[in-house]
Nanobody, 127 residues
Framework: QVQLVESGGGLVQAGGSLRLSCTVSGGSFSSYAMGWFRQAPGKEREFVAVIKWNSDSIYYADSVKGRFTISRDNVKKTVYLRMDSLKPEDTAVYYC????????????????????WGQGTQVTVSS
């Protein structure tokens, strides 16, 4: 059974930073594409970033490009999302997700491409 647990969310002022973590148990972490999604109140869940199993392919949503950084540690079975220059519009519940093998030649933006999901962690950015 594959389980994903996010942590690191919280309340931060605009312009601040947070680092989210997502630790995976079960399954084969080092083979998964790992993604981050977010869902703001009243909105649909949207893609944020994805990283290939060996970190040699990464994609970001345009809204976070240049401010967020995704990374992973296959030994620790953990994926990270470093969020800098946070804006109030970044306020959302952030979810990590694990997908199957991905060549990394296109953005893995569809939620249907992911097999396992975490429970989410709240990020609130105050103005």
């Amino acid at each position: 059974q594959v389980q994903l647990v996010e942590s690191g969310g919280g309340l931060v002022q605009a312009g601040g930073s947070l680092r989210l973590s997502c630790t995976v148990s079960g399954g084969s972490f080092s083979s998964y594409a790992m993604g981050w999604f977010r869902q703001a109140p009243g909105k649909e869940r949207e893609f944020v970033a994805v990283i290939k199993w060996n970190s040699d392919s990464i994609y970001y949503a345009d809204s976070v490009k240049g401010r967020f950084t995704i990374s992973r540690d296959n030994v620790k079975k953990t994926v990270y999302l470093r969020m800098d220059s946070l804006k109030p519009e970044d306020t959302a519940v952030y979810y990590c997700a694990a997908g199957g093998y991905w060549k990394g030649t296109y953005p893995l933006e569809s939620q249907d491409e992911y097999d396992y999901w975490g429970q989410g962690t709240q990020v609130t950015v105050s103005s």
